[in-house]
């Protein structure tokens, strides 16, 4: 019963991806219809709603970040969050065989990108954990547990990544990651 009335609210248009994805919504609607919501351009109340959480919960945490040293590791973050969706681009299967993301991905070297990508971002979380190593230490931990949700989720809804869902995982990163720093900064 539960799952019916998800199912029938998300059909209506108001249960868009990001409300589904946000709370972690399991069921009822198959890949057809979840790459349908994907396509719609239109924004529904549910995303405007976590639109405005996301935004709050991201000025929340930045507002804890008050060290020089939290600071630095804060947008390092950004860095960080976009070396991971490239890894996530060249190592996870892509849900369509279409689409912008798909084309980038069949035409890179995915070796050498790959390379490219863990050399930077080990380059990247050695100089964070020589600047700080609480603050490095949270946000690794935090980008880690996105970067395997992004996997387990996009791999059980959808059957592998897309565009859409690789602007999502860098949105949803950078918010743990900075949620992690004003955790630490508010303990510390």
Same mark, same amino acid.
């Given at each position: 019963?539960?799952?019916?009335?998800?199912?029938?609210?998300?059909?209506?248009?108001?249960?868009?991806?990001?409300?589904?994805?946000?709370?972690?919504?399991?069921?009822?609607?198959?890949?057809?219809?979840?790459?349908?919501?994907?396509?719609? $351009?239109? *924004?529904?109340?549910?995303?405007?709603?976590?639109?405005?959480?996301? /935004? +709050? =919960? &991201? !000025?929340? %945490?930045?507002?804890?970040?008050?060290?020089?040293?939290?600071?630095?590791?804060?947008?390092?973050?950004?860095?960080?969050?976009?070396?991971? $969706?490239? *890894?996530?681009?060249?190592?996870?299967?892509?849900?369509?065989?279409? /689409? +912008? =993301? &798909? !084309?980038? %991905?069949?035409?890179?070297?995915?070796?050498?990108?790959?390379?490219?990508?863990?050399?930077?971002?080990?380059?990247?979380?050695?100089?964070?954990?020589?600047?700080?190593?609480?603050?490095?230490?949270?946000?690794?931990?935090?980008?880690?547990?996105?970067?395997?949700?992004?996997?387990?989720?996009?791999?059980?809804?959808?059957?592998?990544?897309?565009?859409?869902?690789?602007?999502?995982?860098?949105?949803?990163?950078?918010?743990?990651?900075?949620?992690?720093?004003?955790?630490?900064?508010?303990?510390?």
């Amino acid at each position: 019963m539960l799952c019916m009335r998800r199912c029938t609210h998300s059909d209506s248009g108001y249960g868009r991806l990001s409300h589904r994805w946000f709370y972690g919504y399991n069921g009822c609607v198959s890949f057809i219809q979840t790459a349908g919501i994907l396509k719609d $351009s239109h *924004i529904g109340a549910f995303a405007v709603i976590m639109l405005a959480a996301y /935004g +709050l =919960l &991201f !000025m929340g %945490a930045f507002s804890q970040i008050m060290n020089d040293k939290a600071f630095i590791v804060f947008c390092a973050g950004f860095f960080i969050s976009r070396c991971l $969706s490239g *890894i996530a681009v060249v190592s996870f299967k892509s849900a369509k065989s279409d /689409g +912008l =993301l &798909f !084309m980038f %991905a069949d035409t890179a070297h995915r070796t050498i990108v790959r390379a490219a990508l863990y050399i930077q971002l080990a380059l990247c979380i050695a100089v964070l954990l020589i600047v700080s190593l609480p603050y490095a230490v949270a946000m690794i931990i935090a980008a880690a547990f996105c970067f395997w949700y992004y996997y387990v989720k996009t791999k059980k809804e959808l059957g592998g990544i897309t565009g859409d869902t690789a602007g999502y995982f860098v949105c949803i990163c950078e918010c743990a990651m900075a949620v992690a720093l004003g955790g630490v900064s508010f303990i510390i």
